[in-house]
């Protein structure tokens, strides 16, 4: 029997706390659940757990894309460690990894903590990395990308970026 749930909206806290209730209600054995993901995407330490919790499950769990999967969300169905199907008309968006620090008057971070935050920024385009690269971006794209432009993509680009991603096996 296969017991569903969508995740719509912002990737965080709440949406951590929808899907890990789901999981624990839905019975082991023989039942799946199918994870309808429709998102512009949210916290990257959110996604990081969502991505947790989808692999510890992979066997029981299948994530399905529609509508939209943009920015962390694109990232948590591409990395995800379980059975996947993007739905028709579902479209992506990528853009670069974004964080909040606060710097002080002379333009450096105001403490520790938001030096710390400000190097790890630069971590997430080399863990993504593997995602970007199943686009076979436009150097117009590339350049967008590196300006921190929105790209968007279609439906039938994103199902063979992948494709791609997957057969070059880059799940987390």
Do not use: W
């Not at 943009?70 to 379980?82: I, K």
């Not at 992506?92 to 400000?118: C, L, W």
């Not at 997430?124 to 794209?141: A, M, N, P, R």
Request: aromatic residues 12%.
């Amino acid at each position: 029997m296969n017991h569903y749930i969508t995740l719509d909206g912002d990737i965080n806290e709440e949406m951590v706390a929808k899907l890990l209730a789901k999981i624990e209600m839905t019975p082991k054995g023989e039942d799946k659940l199918v994870v309808y993901l429709t998102s512009q995407g949210g916290n990257v330490d959110d996604m990081y757990t969502m991505l947790h919790a989808l692999a510890e499950e992979k066997d029981t769990i299948k994530l399905v894309a529609c509508g939209y999967i943009e920015s962390a969300a694109l990232y948590l169905f591409f990395m995800a460690d379980c059975p996947k199907d993007i739905l028709q008309e579902t479209y992506g968006m990528i853009h670069q990894a974004t964080t909040t620090y606060k710097i002080n008057e002379r333009g450096r971070p105001y403490s520790k903590y938001d030096a710390f935050i400000k190097e790890q920024a630069y971590l997430y385009t080399d863990l993504f990395k593997g995602v970007l690269d199943s686009f076979d971006l436009t150097t117009d794209e590339i350049r967008a990308f590196e300006e921190n432009e929105c790209t968007f993509i279609t439906n039938s680009r994103l199902k063979e970026a992948y494709e791609r991603y997957r057969k070059a096996s880059f799940s987390v």
